[in-house]
């Protein structure tokens, strides 16, 4: 009995099965993502004989230390990333032929390398009609895309900037049928993704031509040759995506409770030694009028006072407690700007080197509480000792 359960429960986690009317579509952040964790898949599409185009977000151009090293040059202008952008395309075409994808299903729409969580928080209305045209342009059956629980900032921005576009734009089953959305982590281990991922198989060929795709990319293998190398003795492993109606927790956000005009969230930051500046708090999402509106707070380690940044969210309020040193506490954020019937994002930013502790969480719509707001005199009495 105990084997069937586990028999059936491994049938209910679900990989693609590629057929020749299968249209894969790939997003990837930087030029070598694929080839480092979607190398096998690429390899099963193209064997059942299914359409492929890979979409390369950014050139991976903004890469300062590899460069330094193999150009042997310490200032590196524009012009200099230009170059080491095309030397980065031509890395991720040599790759997808070893794989044996054409490179005319190479896409590059050159966004800017390591700023698209900026781009994501200030206005990326433009790439997101692009993410659009492309999707519907191309009708994927099966579409890979970056998790929202990458700690690498580009990819966890890409995955939330898509996410918006899927929920916007293609819920409801397009010519050739729903689409399959399935996400791949390169960077981490998040439990939120790691525990529910299905791993892919390999075969011993599969994983010599996974590894022949990643040397193509000898820019990276300069400094990261062993972390490099080691993609391809790792099992790929997908989440596929559908309307979840809870969120998955990650990093140090333990717990989060929706209301309709208020976010709870209960924090709790692990004294790191590395992290290189305070945290920021961001809660994105859509306004009445449909523009896209992200609040930032900041959450300082050391200190007693949560602070607003974004003027536009003067009516965002927090409720913090510091116990000790360092944050630990319930935050209550009004969110009364985001129609509460539909998702929010939220990600608790603390970096260390360019990585993050943990990506966005999606805050599915507010459901109906029987439980009482606080009022909003209350909250903004707990605020008076933090301004
Ligand atoms: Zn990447």
Redesign the pocket.
């Known amino acids: 009995m105990r084997l069937a359960a586990l028999l059936l429960e491994d049938l209910a986690v679900p990989v693609p099965a590629f057929t020749s009317r299968s249209r894969l579509l790939l997003f990837a952040?930087?030029p070598?993502?694929d080839s480092l964790v979607c190398s096998i898949l690429l390899q099963r599409a193209v064997r059942a004989g299914a359409a492929v185009r890979v979409v390369y977000v950014t050139d991976g151009d903004d890469n300062p230390w590899p460069q330094r090293v193999l150009e042997r040059k310490w200032r590196l202008n524009a012009t200099d990333r230009r170059r080491w952008g095309r030397l980065r395309r031509t890395e991720a075409l040599a790759a997808l032929r070893v794989l044996g994808v054409n490179s005319s299903a190479a896409r590059f729409l050159a966004l800017p390398d390591q700023k698209l969580t900026a781009m994501l928080t200030c206005g990326c209305q433009p790439a997101l009609e692009r993410f659009v045209e492309i999707i519907a342009d191309w009708e994927p059956t099966d579409l890979l895309v970056p998790s929202i629980c990458d700690t690498?900032p580009?990819?966890s921005a890409l995955a939330v900037m898509l996410g918006l576009v899927l929920s916007e734009s293609f819920s409801a089953p397009t010519a050739t049928g729903q689409i399959a959305v399935w996400s791949y982590v390169?960077h981490g281990k998040s439990p939120a993704f790691f525990d529910c991922a299905a791993k892919i198989c390999q075969s011993h060929s599969e994983a010599a031509t996974k590894l022949r795709a990643i040397r193509c990319h000898k820019t990276q293998l300069k400094l990261s040759r062993k972390r490099f190398l080691a993609y391809a003795s790792r099992l790929e492993r997908l989440v596929k995506l559908g309307a979840r109606d809870k969120t998955v927790v990650d990093g140090s956000i333990s717990s989060v409770f929706r209301l309709p005009h208020s976010l709870g969230m209960e924090v709790r930051l692990s004294p790191k030694a590395m992290r290189m500046s305070e945290p920021a708090l961001f809660v994105l999402g859509r306004d009445e009028t449909g523009a896209l509106r992200c609040m930032t707070m900041r959450v300082p380690a050391r200190s007693s006072r949560v602070e607003m940044l974004d003027s536009a969210s003067l009516d965002c309020l927090a409720e913090a407690q510091y116990r000790g040193n360092a944050f630990a506490g319930r935050l209550t954020i009004p969110v009364s700007i985001f129609p509460s019937a539909s998702a929010i994002f939220v990600k608790l930013e603390r970096r260390s080197w360019f990585f993050d502790e943990a990506g966005w969480l999606e805050i599915p719509p507010a459901k109906a509480q029987p439980v009482a707001e606080p009022q909003r005199d209350q909250v903004e009495a707990a605020l008076a000792t933090f301004r």
């Open positions: 952040p930087h070598d993502d690498h580009d990819h390169v």
